[in-house]
């Protein structure tokens, strides 16, 4: 997702809210006495209001933005700095409606709107955040950022031309290398072009193999799937258990791993995979329908009897419609 820091990470805000109540310390020395028992300015509460959020005391920061975009509501600064904390405080409905009233008061800040179509993308709503990104131009730090983020609302959208256009003006970029390759291998498999996708989600499994990213196990599996396409089990093979070894309470590539081994002719194994699908899932029919295959070919023919009685309670459409969804790439909320 986003950088920390977005609101302040490439502008000095924060030196401007500190300007401004310097500003109107001075000018408390230039009115009347009646004029200075006046309520304290929206600069000032908005400085407060910000050093409590770095403080951690986001409550606190909450009340004293909320003040000063009372006081000064034409200040889009103000907005941004509380949709922020809104954000921290994980309201994200209110940031989304302060980030909203930020723009329309400075609509050509580009910081405003990466933050507010990444919120919107978080809460699927990715038709509003392209609209939000409709600018030529944003920030030169901020074009890459843009870039991944238009990318993978469009991916989501099922855009996948003009989505792969985004991603490869950011795949060389290290910041964007192994998730602007998944998701250009995603594409690619996506309109069956597996040779061509089979680089890309090597190359994201080979950099996202990193402390901290959740989204590695997605990454393996993804990897192992064009690889099974391919008809390269062995290697197939290895990616379905890296990517058990992350998370294992998927029946996917358990039943994979089986399919990857019966091709491999160890069948005892495949076999053994297989039921741990099931016992992963167990309502994940596919799993049953290869197991009692296997079995009846390979197996225990009594296990393979078991099994068939039991997928011949299951309507056959729907084992169709669990082999579609078991050759579709997994994608994440945004691996990054």
Known sequence: MKPKGTLFRYSSLSTA?????????????????????????GAAQAVAGWKAYEAGRL???????????KLSPA????????????????????????????IALKPVDTEFRLDLAQVLQRKGNDQ?????????????????????????SLFRMGSFKPAADEFKAVVQKPQFMAS???????????????????PYLAKAAELGNVE????????????GLVLFKLGKFAEADHQFRVSIAQYDRDPLPWMFLGR?????????????????????????????????????????????????????????????????????MKTTSAPR
């Not at 409550?59 to 975009?69: C, G, P, S, T, Y």
């Not at 030169?140 to 950022?145: F, K, R, T, V, Y």
């Open 17 to 41: 809210f500190c300007g401004i109540a310097i500003f109107a310390g001075i000018l408390f020395f230039c009115v009347s006495p009646l004029q200075a028992q006046q309520p304290i300015s």
């Open 59 to 69: 409550q606190d920061a909450k009340a004293l933005l909320e003040q000063a975009v």
């Open 75 to 102: 200040v889009a600064d103000y907005q941004a700095a509380l949709a922020e904390v809104d954000l921290k405080l994980g309201q994200e409905d209110e940031a989304i409606q302060h980030f909203r009233r930020a």
């Open 128 to 152: 509003e955040a392209l609209r939000i990104l409709q600018i030529a131009h944003p920030a030169p730090e901020l074009a890459d950022l843009w870039h991944f983020t238009r990318g993978f």
């Open 180 to 198: 602007a390759s998944f998701f250009l291998g995603n594409i690619a498999y996506t309109q069956s072009r597996f040779d061509e996708a089979e």
């Open 212 to 223: 901290g990213n959740k989204a590695y196990n997605v990454y393996a599996y993804d990897y």
């Open 260 to 328: 990857c081994e019966e091709q491999l002719g160890n069948y005892s194994e495949a076999i053994a995979m297989l039921e741990t699908s099931i016992k992963t899932d167990s309502t994940f029919q596919l799993s049953y329908y290869e197991l009692a295959r296997l079995q009846q070919r390979h197996g225990d023919p009594n296990r393979a009897a078991e099994l068939f009685a039991k997928i011949s309670e299951m309507k056959k459409e729907e084992v169709s419609k669990e082999e579609e969804r078991a050759t579709r």
